[in-house]
Nanobody, 118 residues
Framework: VQLQAFGGGLAQAGGSLRLSCAASGSIFSINAMGWYRQYPGNEREFVAT???????SYATSGKGRFTISRGNAKNTVYLQINNLQPEDTAVYYCHALYSDYAGNYDYWGQGTQVTVSS
């Protein structure tokens, strides 16, 4: 599975950004896709996820401002971030949970920088 993320950049506080992530390869074995973010010097932290049946979950910090969704082809996932805050500044990573007879595997995209100016 390969993941390609798009949509990061510089935005002002109060604005919006939409991140996109496209999966390719053995996408039929992907059970969930989602987003994590990482601040400098910190571990990656969970932001949001959407399962293959459309169920979503969010980190408490992003509830109400973050919306995760899928494209019609279901190999693309989006993260809409509204009312951007300076604390949203981080590198955002797309994630896919792949499952087969051998087990579960995590795949990561290359990361996209989001910078929010106050």
């Amino acid at each position: 599975v390969q993941l390609q993320a798009f949509g990061g950049g510089l935005a002002q506080a109060g604005g919006s950004l939409r991140l996109s992530c496209a999966a390719s390869g053995s996408i039929f074995s992907i059970n969930a896709m989602g987003w994590y973010r990482q601040y400098p010097g910190n571990e990656r932290e969970f932001v949001a996820t959407i399962t293959s049946d459309g169920s979503t979950s969010y980190a408490t910090s992003g509830k109400g401002r973050f919306t995760i969704s899928r494209g019609n082809a279901k190999n693309t996932v989006y993260l809409q971030i509204n009312n951007l805050q300076p604390e949203d500044t981080a590198v955002y990573y797309c994630h896919a949970l792949y499952s087969d007879y051998a087990g579960n595997y995590d795949y990561w995209g290359q990361g996209t920088q989001v910078t929010v100016s106050s």
